[in-house]
């Protein structure tokens, strides 16, 4: 237990909305426009919570526990997650299973509440969300596993703690390819460009977006909030693998943190920026691609 | 001038000959010309030889190196090369390559003469796979010469597979200098040999692996073969006699260089030999299946060098007698496969196609060339009394003698279906009908001589191998079993 | 010094990777070029404390071959040859990359096995070769067109010229020059038969080279 954790899970549940606000500023700003303002997602939120539903005489019970499900499950990865030097409120050997597995329960829930209205676009969407996670989960766990052989251990707070400098630059290609891995997941799991556009409005080349296309106010604002989350639990994920401060001063690992989170969210709107989403049949190749950088990563600190 | 000194002859003349081809303005001049220079290699040759029979192995400084296993090779190159010459006039008498065309034939072909030579001369294990390499790439662009379809896809295939072939003997090469490494100058073949002893035996094993894929692909062993017959049938006859008769050898020539090398490394365990008798049988075994089904006669050739290759593999492989045998071999071979890769190419000039089954009585036709083809087909079946017949005969022999049953009953089976197989098609060309009536063809003196040649030696040294060659090739079989000649 | 060599290595295995993925056939040549490059560096790399001007001639020399030369050829044959910009595999993209994670994994094992006459500067320098010839045979047998099976030949150079470094750190200069020599030459003759065979069959597709056969 490290009661200290409950502050960065407060922070999360805080701040995750405003890592959006960044990434469209920032795009706004790459596209010389002003943008929308940084908190928009938190005003988007509240509207939406305070609208009632409308529900679809075809949906069952399944599509209204959806998103709340969901958002359960993502916030049931926060007490794991560590923050950079800073341990979470819990961990044990193995733990990084156990969130995987919560965000796993989260789409599942997704697909399903999606699947539930019998449209024939969310099912679409819901078949490429499915097939484009699956390819992403190796990628994830391998890229994590590698990280963890070279800590020595497979819980994350021990691997994000003891990532020192000094030994990320020991095996500086192995957790640059890890870290490349991450990246392309965190792309890939939170619909940013190169594999979704969370822009788009033609259902044809949506994948996230067109599967909560029926859902309506607060169940709509829930699911805002609860991708908000999840983009937060998977930049954690990167941020820790790929910036290894570690001092003993709490202020300055957190510190290094946060502005590792921003800089990853500036990151993401720049890459939206400056990239095409990729055709609908590239997608597995650069997530198998990813998934060898993991197996790569994993053979170099294997030897 | 010393004699050692020939050997720099041997490369530079056909080198420097190529490099002068430009200035020649006739195609019968080039043609002409290619011959002089081949002609005056031959001679250099010569004298290198016999110095090399007569006084034991010359070398100069590390790089060139000419012992009487490759002084042997050397004669029968030579011998190939000079007799395809000659034929190269007569075949591109009626055909008009264009003076470009025939710039670019004449001055590849003496390229591949010089890299081949390369192959053999050099002391260096790493300069001979550069003369391997060379000869593949200079080829290369012979086998398009007509230009049509069919010869760009046999280039392509030959091209890339022989490519990827000698590159992994290249990775051979460097796994034999690293298993070297202790000898000093890795790459040095006479003191790998002195310094024997020293040599690593894993890794020498797993290179000559990589040596006998490689090389054992750029000299048509089965199952690497599969570029040899498009190449072998769709090159003009000239540039598949060379092929035929003396590349492939060239390549399992430096195979065999890393036989003895091989062996007295691991204390005579007969290791590499097992592995030159497996690879042999396939071959033979192969290319008699592919030799029933066949009705182009250029690729009738073409399986016969796959078979008989794979003979000679298998008599080096089966040591001692085996491995004279196989020698003598290699110089029966070549004779023989020449001449028939000659007739081929006339009689399918003069027939405007290589199908057997249209090309029937060439006898009445085409009496000087189809007697040749005839008669050489004869003699790679193994007909007595020509000579392929009493080397096969002692490889024979040599298996009974080392007990090798097994291989034996496969040689024999193999043997026997060819023999079946090649007389059915060449009973059909010599005296079958013609798919339509061919005008009877006269031949002209040289003509005449480029059959009779061949042939008379073929029956000469099946009745009566004489004492200098016999000396000869007992020392070149020597060197194969790791004694210093 | 290790460490840098060591990340010379990954990228030769991640542009063995992205040839083996993607799709464009510029895209690959260039992937090849820098792979080239980045190839020339390891030489000098690995001898920095006593660098002899014969190294660096032969660095740059290979480097300038390799990234210069080889595509220049490619682009002019492509163009001359009018190829279609997409390259066709017979084995799917994904299939190939994972294709190329089996056979990293068999070159990781094969190399573990291989005890070494000399010590290697790092122990990755066996698999990434042996992963780099893999990599070059499978494009050449598992891509349609004949530029593509250039590049896989040209790859597996590379992965042979790794696999030299490993083994013997001083071939002679002789051998040396005549290697690469031999695959410029093997690039140039390439060139010039994708040339007559675009003349003669509008296209270069090798699956169509196929007349003869038995």
Known sequence: MNPWGFVQVALALLLSPLLIGVINRTKAFVAGRRGTPLLQLYHDAAKLLRKGAVYSRTTTWVFRAGPIVALAATLGTLPFLPAGGLRAVLWFDGDLLVVIALLGVARFLTVLAALDTGSSFEGMGASREVTFSALAEPALLLGLAAMGREVGSLSLSDMSSGLTAAKWFQAAPAMMLAAAALLVVFLAENARVPVDDPNTHLELTMIHEVMVLDHGGPDFGVILYGSALKLWVLGTLLVNASLPVRTSSVAIDAAAFLAGMLALAVLTGLIESAMARLRLAHIPQLLVGATALSVLAIILVLR | ?485 | MTNLIEVVLVLVVLTDFFLLGSSRLAACIRIVAIQGVVLGTLPVLGHLDNLTLRLVFLAVGSAALKAVVFPILLFRAMREANVRHEIEPFVGFIASILIGLGSLAVSVWVASRITLPRPVVSSLVLPVALFTILAGLFVIVSRRKALTQVLGYIVLENGIYVFGMVLVGEIPMLVELGALLDAFVAVLVMGIAIDHISRSYDHIDVDELDTLRG
Not at chain 2, 210 to 216: D, E, M, Q
């Open chain 2, 1 to 485: 001038m010393e004699t050692r000194h020939c050997l720099g002859l041997i490369l530079a003349t056909p080198a420097v000959g190529a490099a002068l081809c430009p200035f020649m303005r006739t195609q019968a001049g080039l043609l002409a010309w290619a011959l002089g220079v081949v002609a005056a290699t031959a001679v250099a040759s010569g004298v290198c030889i016999h110095a090399v029979f007569a006084a034991g192995p010359l070398r100069v400084g590390e790089l060139l190196h000419l012992d009487s296993l490759s002084a042997y090779h050397l004669g029968v190159m030579m011998v190939v090369y000079l007799l395809s010459s000659v034929y190269s006039i007569v075949y591109f008498h009626d055909a008009d390559l264009g003076r470009r065309d025939a710039t670019r034939y004449t001055a590849l072909w003496l390229g591949a003469l010089a890299s081949m030579a390369l192959a053999l001369l050099s002391n260096n294990l790493g300069l001979m796979w550069v003369g391997i390499e060379a000869t593949t790439l200079l080829t290369a662009l012979l086998i398009t010469v007509h230009r049509t379809p069919a010869s760009l896809e046999a280039m392509w295939k030959y091209l890339l597979i022989c490519s990827v072939g000698v590159a992994f003997a290249f990775m051979g090469t460097l796994l034999v200098a690293a298993a070297g490494s202790k000898a000093g100058e890795a790459l040095v073949w006479t003191r790998l040999r002195d310094a024997v002893a020293t040599l690593d035996v894993a890794t020498l094993k797993l290179g000559f692996l990589f040596l006998l894929v490689g090389y054992g692909t750029k000299a048509g062993l089965a199952p690497m073969h599969s570029w040899l017959p498009d190449a072998h049938s769709q090159a003009p006859a000239p540039v598949s006699a060379i092929f035929s008769g003396f590349m492939l050898n060239s390549a399992l020539y430096c195979i065999l260089r890393y036989v003895p090398l091989v062996e007295s490394a691991t204390g005579g365990s007969g290791w590499s030999h097992r592995l030159l008798v497996a690879f042999g049988l396939i071959s033979i075994v192969v290319a008699a299946a592919f030799i029933a089904v066949q009705h182009d006669v250029k690729r009738l050739l073409a399986y016969h060098s796959v078979e008989h290759l794979g003979i000679i593999a298998l008599g080096v492989g089966l040591g001692g007698l085996g491995a004279f045998a196989a020698l003598f071999h290699t110089l029966n071979h070549s004779v023989c496969k020449t001449m028939g890769f000659f007739c081929a190419g006339r009689l399918g000039q003069i027939y405007g196609t290589h199908d057997m089954r249209r090309m029937g009585g060439t006898l009445r036709s085409a009496p000087v060339w189809g007697t040749g083809l005839l008669a050489s087909i004869l003699a790679l079946i193994g007909v007595a009394p020509f000579a392929i017949f009493m080397s096969e005969l002692l490889i024979v022999k040599a298996a009974i003698d080392g007990g090798s049953i097994l291989a034996l009953v496969a040689f024999l089976a193999a043997g026997a279906a060819v023999f079946v197989a090649a007389l059915r098609h060449a009973i059909a060309v010599a005296w079958g009908r013609p798919a339509r009536e061919t005008a009877f063809v006269p031949a002209g003196l040289l003509e005449v001589t480029l059959v009779v040649l061949p042939l008379g030696a073929l029956l000469l040294l099946g009745l009566w191998l004489p004492g200098p060659l016999q000396r000869a090739i007992e020392e070149a079989a020597a060197v194969l079993a790791g004694g210093t000649p």
